[in-house]
């Protein structure tokens, strides 16, 4: 092997590995700061609040004090496979006296519209749009604001909440009642979504569903509940939660009637943010129906493929890293810019991963080969705390999934982060080489499933 090319492969492995051993510090010494807050707040609240009060459940919930209606916003293309079975499990589980369900459909799609009138419901109003899909989630949505407008000068009686929803969600027993007193008191309500396991039985799909698991076990189990101990904005996770009425009346009136944002990808983060801007309040609710069993929370089926789940989270990094910098720039305090970072973090965060994952290729071919890289002195220490850092991160997701999936799914998820860090780092390559600043956003979904048997709540 020639010198010139030994010198070249060790200087490249220096240099890489250095770059993502400085990387992975810096992320997790960020990750270490949320889970000691988390932490933190815990304990306070063990010690100084649950040991005078009862844990909250909905069993002893007050009822609201003015009781209202509840409109949930159901925007749907190409839905013709779920939207039927989601609205008829809807409207048998929802336990809630006033409330109507708003679908949204299309001209060029009316297999949807078939599905909805074919249930024959009168809680359900099927908003037709005139203009061919896919337009952009939020022009859907506004559309079905606009009805919900005229359906209240109509009838001269105003909805109390905005819930929203996909068409493959399965909604809570208890969520509206959850919703209807709580927005008493907070302008958005966001209650945890709780993936459910792959209808596909393989390994593969499983691994790449329960990725989906373990990553809103993180960011519902303990990210957003950080965010609001902050007093940081609650991002609307577009599912799952309850707008106050009023306070989208607020958002609609600065933007020309139009709340949702028509030309953004993730419409529902991004209205969060807003929410925020205007003064209003977010929390994030985390309740069981009665002690000791799960907490209200909506559940869906996620991408089971590497290219669907890619194509997904390509979407959510293009609207939130890429386009919210662009949209939401930096503003708010030190707590609220430092999680716009970690919201933002995501391509700085692939390509650590990335050149981890090289660098250590790298590594065993210096080794396979007899070729010293020279590492830095610092390198050693370097290594020798992101693996301790590491092992409290893998302690910390164990127990944050083990709480919403057992302890066998708990243990699987160690694992499971690698399959997560490669979406992760295909992800952001996909959003990247297809992000076009200014261009306006099309409905780039993926296909839905609608479980044969609801989960017990």
């Known amino acids: 092997m020639g010198a010139d090319f030994a010198w070249l492969l060790g200087a490249a492995t220096r240099e890489i590995v250095l770059f993502a051993a400085v990387g992975m510090l810096l992320g997790a ?8 807050i988390w932490l933190g707040r815990g304990g306070w609240r063990r010690l100084f609040v649950f040991s005078r009060h009862a844990r909250a459940a909905m069993a002893t919930l007050p009822p609201p004090d003015a009781p209202g209606a509840i409109a949930v916003f159901i925007p749907a293309w190409r839905e013709s496979a779920v939207i039927g079975a989601m609205l008829r499990a809807a409207l048998a589980r929802f336990d809630h006296g006033d409330y109507r369900l708003y679908v949204g459909t299309y001209p060029n799609d ?13 809680r359900i109003r099927l908003v037709r749009g005139l203009r061919p899909g896919p337009t952009s989630k939020g022009e859907c949505l506004n559309r079905l604001w606009r009805a919900m407008l005229a359906d209240e000068q109509a009838s001269g009686r105003a909805f109390k909440a905005i819930v929203l929803h996909d068409a493959e969600d399965v909604v809570h027993p208890m969520e509206l009642r959850l919703y209807d007193r709580m927005i008493e008191r907070f302008d958005l309500i966001q209650i945890p979504v709780l993936p459910l396991p792959a209808l596909d039985r393989r390994l593969a799909a499983r691994t790449i569903a329960a990725t989906y698991a373990d990553e809103f076990s993180e960011g519902h189990g303990r990210q957003l509940i950080v965010r609001e101990a902050l007093g940081a904005a609650m991002p609307s996770a577009g599912v799952g939660c309850a707008i106050r009425r009023e306070m989208l009346a607020r ?25 925020a801007e205007h003064g209003g309040r977010g929390v994030f609710v985390s309740i069981p129906a009665r002690a000791g069993i799960d907490p209200v929370a909506v559940r869906a089926h996620f991408p089971e493929t590497f290219h669907t789940a890619c194509r997904q989270k390509a979407r959510w ?11 939401l720039r930096w503003r708010g305090g030190l707590a609220e810019r ?16 990335a050149c981890g994952y090289f660098g250590a290729v790298l590594d065993f071919g210096c080794w396979a080969l007899g070729v010293d890289p020279h590492h830095a002195a610092l390198l050693r220490p370097l290594l020798h705390a992101n693996l301790v850092l590491l092992g409290w991160r893998l302690a910390q997701r164990v127990i944050i999934v083990e709480r919403f999936y057992g302890p066998w799914a708990a243990c ?3 694992p499971r982060i690698v399959v997560a860090n490669l979406i992760a780092i295909v992800s952001v390559w996909r959003a990247i080489a297809g992000y076009q600043p200014g261009r306006a956003a099309a409905w780039d ?10 989960p017990c709540d």
């Open 317 to 327: 990094v293009t609207g939130i890293a890429l386009a919210g910098w662009d949209r």
């Open 251 to 275: 958002v609609a009136a600065a933007t020309d009637d139009r709340p949702f944002p028509e030309d953004s990808l993730t419409e529902d983060y991004e209205l969060g943010l807003r929410i």
């Open 29 to 36: 010494i960020d990750d270490l700061a949320i889970d000691l």
């Open 412 to 414: 699987l998820s160690v």
């Open 445 to 454: 979904k993926t296909e839905h499933f609608f479980p044969e048997s609801l």
């Open 110 to 122: 009316p297999a949807t519209a078939q599905a909805v009138t074919a249930i024959g419901d009168p």
């Open 338 to 353: 430092w999680m716009r970072f970690r919201d933002r973090r995501a391509p700085l965060a692939a390509l650590i991963l």
